[in-house]
C-alpha cells in the first residue's frame, strides 16, 4: 500500500519521537528542517495556554523555510497525545491541533475514536503507539491509520516484544503506515527496520543528546556515557513499564535494582501535574541503543550520520 501523501514528504525515513519535557519547538522545527518527522507531545507546553503559541511558531517558521527552499522543503511535524484518562487537557490540546490542522497526530496510551475523527476532520493522519498485536488492532479498528510499534530497548513506556516477531504479526494482516520503535539509534537499525517491514524508524533517545533539545546537560552527558547495560525497566515511576538512566535513578537515591512495582490505576502521566514532571525531571527515560551516541551534537550533524550511515549499509547490501 503505498504512502499517503503527507508521508511521502519525508525525506529519510525516521519519525523523532516526541519526548517528554524534552521535545519544544525548537527541536521539533531542527528534525523536520533535517528532513524527518519532528514532533513533541502537548503535554510539554506549560501552561496550556502555550501550545497555542507553539503551534504557530512551528507552523509559521516552516512554511517560511519551504517558502525558501521549495526544492527540499521541510518534512511534517507531528504532535503527541495522551488519550489516557488522567490527561485532562486532551479536549483543549485536541482542538488546538484542529486549529492548527497539524499533519500528523501520534496518539498514545488509548485508543479513541472521537480522537482519530478530530484530526480527519481536517484531512490529518493519526499513528498510534503499541506494544503488542492485540493493542494495534484495536487501534485501527477504532481508526487509526498507522501504528508505531513499541518494541524491546525501546525508552521511555517501552514493550518487551522482540521487533522481528513484533514487525512480523502486524505486517500479517496490516498494510497502512508502520513506524518501529526500539533501540534504533543508527543509520544501519533505519535500513535494518525498513528490510523488517516497517516504513520508519522511529528515533528518539538519540535526539537527547543535541543541542536543541530540553535536557538538562547532564542528562545529555549521561546519554553519551551510557550503554545499553546502563537501562533499567521499571514501572514504579510512572505505573507503566517504561526505559530509564540506572545514573539517574541512582542519582534520586535509589536502589536500580530494588524498585517497586508500579500501579497502573495511579497513572503520574498525565496532565502533567507538578508530580509528573517531576518525575520525569529526576529519574530520565533512555533507551538502550545510547552506545551509538558519542557526543552531543546539533539535530542536522545527527541526521548527517544517520543518512550516511543509512547509505553506507545499502550499498554493503547490494554488493
Avoid at 516504513?199 to 538519540?206: C, E, H, K, N, Q
Wanted: neutral net charge; glycine residues 10%.
Amino acid at each position: 500500500m503505498p504512502l499517503p501523501e503527507v508521508l511521502k514528504r519525508v525525506q529519510f525515513p525516521v519519525i523523532a519521537s516526541p519526548m517528554f519535557i524534552l521535545s519544544v519547538p525548537a527541536l521539533v522545527i531542527a528534525q523536520c528542517q533535517a528532513g524527518v518527522v519532528g514532533s513533541m507531545p502537548s503535554l510539554n507546553a506549560r501552561p496550556a495556554s502555550q501550545l497555542d503559541d507553539w503551534l504557530a511558531e512551528i507552523t509559521e517558521t516552516l512554511a517560511a523555510y519551504n517558502a525558501a527552499n521549495p526544492d527540499r522543503p521541510a518534512a511534517p511535524f507531528a504532535i503527541n497525545q495522551i488519550v489516557h484518562k488522567s490527561n485532562d487537557r486532551l479536549e483543549q490540546d485536541l482542538a488546538l491541533c484542529v486549529k492548527y490542522k497539524v499533519p500528523l497526530v501520534i496518539t498514545s496510551l488509548g485508543a479513541r475514536t472521537d480522537v482519530n475523527e478530530a484530526v480527519h476532520s481536517y484531512g490529518g493522519l493519526v499513528m498510534h503507539d503499541i506494544i503488542n498485536n492485540k493493542f494495534a488492532r484495536k487501534a485501527i479498528e477504532k481508526g487509526a491509520d498507522g501504528l508505531i510499534a513499541v518494541a524491546a530497548g525501546a525508552g521511555g513506556h517501552a514493550g518487551t516484544i522482540s521487533p522481528f516477531a513484533l514487525i512480523q504479526e502486524i505486517r500479517e494482516w496490516f498494510e497502512g503506515p508502520l513506524a518501529l520503535s526500539g533501540a534504533i539509534a543508527t543509520g544501519r537499525g533505519v535500513l535494518a527496520a525498513q528490510a523488517m517491514g516497517a516504513d520508519f524508524a522511529y528515533i528518539g533517545s538519540a535526539f537527547i543528546a543535541t543541542h536543541e533539545a530540553r535536557a538538562a546537560e547532564a542528562y545529555k552527558q549521561m546519554v553519551v556515557d551510557s550503554n545499553s547495560q546502563d537501562i533499567v525497566y521499571s514501572s514504579q515511576f510512572t505505573g507503566v513499564n517504561g526505559n530509564y538512566l540506572r545514573g539517574s535513578i541512582s542519582n534520586a537515591g535509589l536502589d536500580p535494582d530494588k524498585l517497586a512495582i508500579g500501579d497502573p490505576s495511579q497513572m503520574t502521566f498525565g496532565s502533567g501535574g507538578d508530580s509528573a514532571a517531576k518525575v520525569w525531571k529526576d529519574i530520565w527515560g533512555c533507551g538502550q541503543g545510547i552506545g551509538a551516541v558519542k557526543k552531543v551534537v546539533p539535530v542536522s550533524e545527527l541526521v548527517a550520520r544517520l543518512k550516511a550511515e543509512y547509505e553506507e549499509a545499502r550499498q554493503r547490501l547490494c554488493r
